[in-house]
C-alpha cells in the first residue's frame, strides 16, 4: 500500500513562496504518476498540477499556470510542488495524490493513494 505524507505548508504573505513535498512510503513511488490537488474553505477540492512517473509530462490548471510547478525526485520518492507569486486565492489545504499508472491525469476519480493534506494559508 502506497502511504502519501505532505509537508511545506504553512502561512506566507502575497507574493512570497511556498514548496510543498510529497513523500510516499510503503512502495516505490517511480511507477506512479502523482497530482497535487486542493480544497479551499466551503469550496469543492480541486486539480491543481499533475507529473507523470517519468517526469516527461506535467499538467497545470489555468489559475496556477505560470506561479507553480510540479516536480518528483524518484530517488527519493518524492514530489514537489514550488509555488511562486501567491495570492489570496491559494489559501487552501493542497493534498498529494498518487495513481497507479505512470500516466498524468487531471481527474481526481483517477487517484487511488491521497495524503492527509496540509494547510497553506496566503495573507499579510
Known amino acids: 500500500q502506497l502511504q502519501l505524507v505532505e509537508s511545506g505548508g504553512g502561512l506566507v504573505q502575497p507574493g512570497g513562496s511556498l514548496r510543498l513535498s510529497c513523500a510516499a512510503s510503503?512502495?516505490?513511488?517511480?511507477?506512479?504518476?502523482v497530482a497535487w490537488f486542493r480544497q479551499a474553505p466551503g469550496k469543492e477540492r480541486e486539480f491543481v498540477a499533475t507529473?507523470?512517473?517519468?517526469?516527461?509530462?506535467?499538467y497545470y490548471s489555468d489559475s496556477v499556470k505560470g506561479r507553480f510547478t510540479i516536480s518528483r525526485d524518484n530517488a527519493k520518492d518524492t514530489a514537489y510542488l514550488q509555488m511562486n507569486n501567491l495570492n489570496n486565492e491559494d489559501t487552501a489545504v493542497y493534498y498529494c495524490?498518487?495513481?497507479?499508472?505512470?500516466?498524468?491525469?487531471?481527474?481526481?476519480?483517477?487517484?487511488?493513494?491521497w495524503g492527509q493534506g496540509t494547510q497553506v494559508t496566503v495573507s499579510s
Open positions: 510503503g512502495r516505490r513511488m517511480n511507477n506512479y504518476a
Open positions: 495524490a498518487a495513481r497507479p499508472s505512470p500516466y498524468a491525469r487531471e481527474t481526481e476519480a483517477e487517484y487511488a493513494y
Open positions: 507529473i507523470s512517473a517519468a517526469s516527461t509530462t506535467t
